[in-house]
C-alpha cells in the first residue's frame, strides 16, 4: 500500500518538529517563521503501508504571497495525497483554522491535528475537540511533538482516514453569502479546461488571485460580468469565514474545572470587584482600601486580557521603548563573555583541550617516533603537520560549540524576532529589514549556514545584498586566529580585541549597506510589511543536547575532513621544495636542510610584496601569512592551523605587533571560505558571488593598511594618531548632526509615524 | 485614525481596511477583519513599526500595513 501525505499550516506551527518525529529526520526548526523553505519528503513504513511523508512551507492562506508560499498551494492543488494533515498551533486557533476553511474550500482531504498542547494544558485549559470534529466533518488529532505516542496516533488516524473514510466534502454554510453560483455560471467553460476545481475557482476568483486568474485566462466580458457582483467581495469573504470560525470555536477552549474552582475561591474570599459607580461611592467616602482592591482586580484583569489577545508579558521588558536596546546589547555582551572571556567555561574547557593535545599527543608521539629512528620528515607530517595542525583548530570546539548553542537559544526562545523588530526602523533606512539582523547575527555562527538563513526574504534584492554582506559578521571559525594572535601580542586587551572584531565586522558590513542602498542599481525594493512575533517559548533539554550534538558533530566532521586535506597538501607544499645545496640543486624535506626553500614560499615570496605595505607582508617570514591567508579559502580554521604549523604566531610576525593586528583584521574581512561562496552563489547567483569577493578583497586590504599605519603611527608618535583620531571622529559627529537637522527639519515630534506621517499624527511641528 | 498613529497600550476596533491588491488581502487573511479588536503593545524605537495583538497572536506591522488599517478608540478595559 503506497500512500502520499503532506504536512500543511501556518508558519511557526510546529510542522517540522511533527516530520522529524515521524520520518526520524532532523530539518532544522525555530521557533520563527519561514524556517522551512522548501518541500521535503521522506518515505516511511508504517504498519505494514510504505508512506511518503511532505513537509511544506508555512502559509496563511492558498492566495499566496511568496514562491515559497507557492510550493505549499501547488503540492495541495496537484491532490497527489491522499491526506494532507493540516498541522495547527492549538494557542492561536482561529487563525490557523482559516487556513483550514480554505483547504475545506478546495476540497482537500484534510486530517486536522492540535499540536502544542502541551502549552494549553499548562496554562490550565482544555480543549474540546468533538466540537470540532462535528462541525468541520474531519477527524481530529490532539496532540503534543514530544510525545512518541501522539504522533503514532496522529499517523494511525491518517491512515484510518484514508482506508476507511470516503472523503466527503465539507458542508461550509457561510460561503452561501457570497455570489458564488453567479461566479460560477461565468467561469464555468474555462474552469473545465483549466482542469480545476469550480467551486474553488470561484472563491479564488473572488479574492482576486492572480494564479488562478491567470490559469482561467477570462475574456473581458466575463471580468466585467464578475466586477458588476459588488465591491468589497474580498473583505466579506475574509470576514465571513472569520465569522465562521468564531461560530464553531464558542466553547472549543475552555479553563479546565481546577482554574474555574481556583477563581471562585479567590472571589469567596475577596469578594468581587465593585462596578463603576461602587467605585464612585467609595471613593466619595474615602475608602482606600476598597479603591485599592478594585485596582488590583482592575490590572490582573488587564494583564489576563492581554494575553488572551495573544500580548506577552515579557515584552512588556524586552521591547521596553528605554530598555530594548541596551537589553539588547548587555544579552549579547554575556553571551561573548561566557564563550569567550577568560576565565569563563569556554576559557576553561579550551585550556583544558590543550593540554591534553600538548602534553598527551605531541610530545609522547613525537619522542616515540624519534626514539624509533622514523625519517625526519614523517615526524614533522605527524607532529607538525597532523596534530599540531588540526589540535590548534580542534581546542576551540567548546567554544564554537557554545557559540552555536546560545544563538539558537535566543532563536529558539523566540527573543531573535523581537531584535528584528526593535532594529527594523534604524535597518531600514540601510536598505535592509529587522529580518536581515537575523542572517546577519546567524553569521557570527557559521556564514555558509547564515546565508542560507536568508530565502523567504521578501525582497530579492535586500535579500542580495544580506546574502553578500553576512561574511562580514565575523563566524565562529575566524574566532580562533583572533584568540590565538592576540594572546600572543594583545595579551592585556585580548577580549577588547575580539569584541572589537565583532563590532568592525558589522560595522562594515552596515556601512556597505548604506551605501548600496544610495546607488539606484542596489536600491530595496518595498519591503513586506508583516512580521510575526512567535511565542516566548523555554527550549527543552533534548533540543539544547541536539544543537551541542549536531553542531560538535559538524565541526569535527570538518576538522577531519577539509581542514586534514588541507592541511596536509598545506605541510607537504610548505615542507617540501627545491634548493641548492653544494653546488647541487635538490629535490627534498626543508627541514634537513637550511637552504631548500619550499614550493609554497615560492609562490607566496612571488606575491608577499603584495601585502608588504600591510605589514605582514614583508620580512622573511611573509610568505608565511601569505601562505595562511590563501589556504584560508579552503575553511577560515586553516589560517590558524597553518600558522601552528609554521611554529606559531611569534614566529610568523616577530615582534611586529601591528602587522599581527593588520593580520587579524585582513583574516576578518577578506573573501569568506569556499563553502559560503558556494552558498551566496545559490543563493544569489555567480554575479553576486564574484562581486561579493572582489569588494571583500578590496576593503580587507584597505582597513588593513589604516590599521597598520595607524598602528605604526601609535607606536611610534603618539601625539599624532591621537590627534588625527580626535579630527576625525569632531568631523564625523559635525556631519551627523547637520545630515539629522536637514533630514528632520519637517518632522513632527515624537511621530511614530515619522517621515511619511506629513503632519496627519496632530503632533507638534518641530 | 489609522493604527499608525494609535496610542501605545490600549485597544481598538478595526473600522475598515483600505487599499487592494496583495497587501489588502494579506491582513484580512491575517485576522484584520472590520469589527475585530486589536492591542497596540507598542512601537519600534526607531519607528516606523507597531506591535499589536490580535485573535491570540502578535505581529509586527510596518507603516505602509498600519496604514491601511482604520481603527477606532475601544478601551474596555
Known sequence: MDYNIALIGNPNVGKTSVYNKITHSFEHVGNWTGVTVEAVSKEILFEHRRITVCDLPGLYSLTVYSPEEGVSRDAVCAGKQQAIIDVCDVNDLSRNLYLTLQLLEAGAPVVLTLNMMDELSRRGQIVNYRKLEAALGLPVVPMATKYHAEVHMLLSVTVDYIEHRRHKRAELPYLKKLPLEQVKTIIEKNAEKAGVDLLYAAIKVLENDTFILEKLALSDEQKAGIAALGEGLQDKLAAARYAYIDKIMDGVIMSSVADEHHEMHEHSVHDVPLTASERDEAEKRGDEDEIKHIRLHGKIKKNEDLKRRGFSGLDRLFLNKYLALPLFFVIMLAIFLVTFGDYMPGYWMKTGLEWIFDNALHDPVQKGLTSIGAWNWVTGLVTDGIIDGLGGVLVFLPQIVLMFLFLALLEDSGYISRVAFMTDGLFRKIGLSGRSVFTMLMGFGCSATAVLTSRGMEDEKMRKKTVMLTPFMSCSARFPVYSAICAAYFSGGKAFVIFGMYILGAAVALAYAAILNKIKKFKSGEMSFIMEMPPYRIPTLTRVFQILWHNAKAFIIRVGTVVFAINIIVWLLSSFGVGTVDGNTVFGYCGDHAEIKSFLEYFASAIAPLFAPLGFGAGEHGWQAVTALISGLAAKEVVLSSIESFGGAEVVFGTDGCAALAFVVFTLLYVPCIATLAAIRKEAGWKWMLGGAALQLATAYVISLVFYWMGVLFTYNVGAAVSIIIVLVVAAIVAAVIAHAVRTRNMCIGCPGAKNCGGSCGRKKK | ?77
Not at chain 2, 495583538?53 to 500595513?65: C, D, K, P, T, Y
Request: hydrophobic share 40%.
Open chain 2, 1 to 77: 485614525m489609522t493604527l499608525m498613529h494609535a496610542e501605545s497600550d490600549r485597544i481598538y476596533r478595526i473600522v475598515s481596511v483600505s487599499g487592494d491588491g496583495d497587501r489588502h488581502r494579506r491582513l484580512l487573511d491575517m485576522g484584520f477583519t472590520p469589527g475585530s479588536e486589536v492591542y497596540v503593545a507598542g512601537y519600534a524605537p526607531f519607528g516606523g513599526t507597531v506591535l499589536v495583538s490580535l485573535r491570540g497572536f502578535s505581529v509586527a506591522l510596518r507603516e505602509n500595513a498600519a496604514d491601511l488599517i482604520n481603527v477606532e478608540c475601544a478601551d474596555g478595559l
